[in-house]
Structures are given as structure tokens and as C-alpha cells.
């Protein structure tokens, strides 16, 4: 368990203390600016995940200078990527958000890609990160904060910049996973192999 599987840890520590500050029935205070209205615990859960996503390259750029590259930290980091995201995508879905089908395109995305990789640790291959993984992190990041953060400061011009955030994370989401598949269509082998 070194440094940068530790931060990696903190990370999915970190999950169920969002969902407790998204999701508890505890009427918190707001604040008000005009029309715009969040409340306190909505900010809290928003700047425990900007914190949390920003871990991700800092374990993997710790593991990479340190060369504290292990089994246990590739197994941990795509899990706690996917736990993160999915966690609260699930829970901006049940505050009415966010569509449930935008979530469920990416839930399918994040596990079909992570089962892919898997398999390709299993034959000895590990599968780089894309451009366009790269670009579907950054917009899933960047729509999540926008949902959790009520649209700020675009509501003020009537802008629906998470709406629309949400759409493009979905777009990119599925093009990344389908690159993934088509790229590494060689680590899937459905012939028949003799037992």
C-alpha cells in the first residue's frame, strides 16, 4: 500500500461522504442570488468531488515518478474512477437532475471499457488511455460540477450550459467506448478454443 494507492483509496473514501452530502433529507441552508438559489451541502458535496477527480492524475503521476506502478493500483484506480462518477451520477439522477438515460450511456460505457480492460490485463496487454478517454474524462468532470453546482454562473443569462455539458459528456462517452472496442477488437478472441 504505497502513496499513490493510498490517494486512490482516499478517493472511494471520499464517495459515500459526497452521496451522504447530496442525498441526506437534511434541510440545509441556501443561498440566494437573485434567481439563482444552492444549498450549503450541495457546495460541500461539489468541492469534495472537484477534489476527489483531481486525485486521479495526481496518484497515477505519483505511481509513474516513483515507480510505485503496481497490480493492486491498476486494479484500484479505473474502480475508483468508476465509483466516483457512477456514485454521483446516481444521485444527481435521484435529485432530478440529470436524464437517467445520459447516466445509464455512461455507467454501460465505464463498465463495458473497464471489463475490456480487464481482460486485456488477463492476456497480458495493457490498454493506453485515448485522446478521446482522455476528452470523456474531462467532460464528465465538467458536466458533473456544473449539475452539482446548480448551472453557475450560467443561469444569470438563462444559458443551459449543464444541459447541454450532460449531452456532449453522453456524446463523447459513447464514441470514446466504441473507439476502445474497435481499437482493441484483438482482445476479445470468440473463436472456439480447444479445453
Known amino acids: 500500500m504505497n502513496l499513490a494507492n493510498r490517494i486512490t483509496v482516499a478517493r472511494i473514501l471520499l464517495v459515500p461522504i459526497i452521496m451522504f452530502f ?3 433529507k437534511v434541510k440545509f441552508p441556501h443561498i440566494r442570488i437573485e434567481e439563482f438559489s444552492i444549498t450549503y451541502n450541495q457546495i460541500i458535496a461539489a468541492l469534495i468531488f472537484i477534489i476527489a477527480a483531481s486525485t486521479d492524475s495526481l496518484d497515477g503521476y505519483i505511481a509513474r515518478k516513483r515507480k510505485l506502478v503496481t497490480n493492486l493500483g491498476k486494479l484500484l484506480d479505473p474502480l475508483a474512477d468508476k465509483l466516483l462518477v457512477t456514485a454521483v ?3 444527481l ?3 432530478d437532475k440529470v436524464d437517467a438515460w445520459i447516466v445509464i450511456v455512461i455507467i454501460s460505457r465505464e463498465w463495458a471499457v473497464t471489463g ?3 481482460i486485456a490485463l488477463l492476456e497480458g496487454t495493457v490498454m493506453a488511455a485515448s485522446k478521446w478517454g482522455k476528452a470523456k474524462t474531462a467532460a464528465q468532470i465538467t458536466a458533473i460540477i456544473a449539475l452539482l453546482i446548480n ?3 450560467f443561469t444569470f443569462i438563462d444559458f ?3 444541459v447541454i455539458a450532460s ?4 456524446i463523447i462517452t459513447m464514441y470514446s467506448g466504441i473507439e476502445y472496442f474497435v481499437k482493441n477488437k484483438h482482445v476479445i ?5 480447444s479445453q
Open 22 to 24: 447530496l442525498l441526506i
Open 89 to 91: 451520477l446516481v444521485s
Open 93 to 95: 439522477v435521484e435529485m
Open 116 to 118: 475490456l480492460r480487464q
Open 151 to 153: 448551472n453557475f454562473p
Open 160 to 162: 443551459p450550459f449543464d
Open 167 to 170: 449531452w456532449v459528456a453522453a
Open 189 to 193: 478472441d470468440f473463436s472456439e478454443k
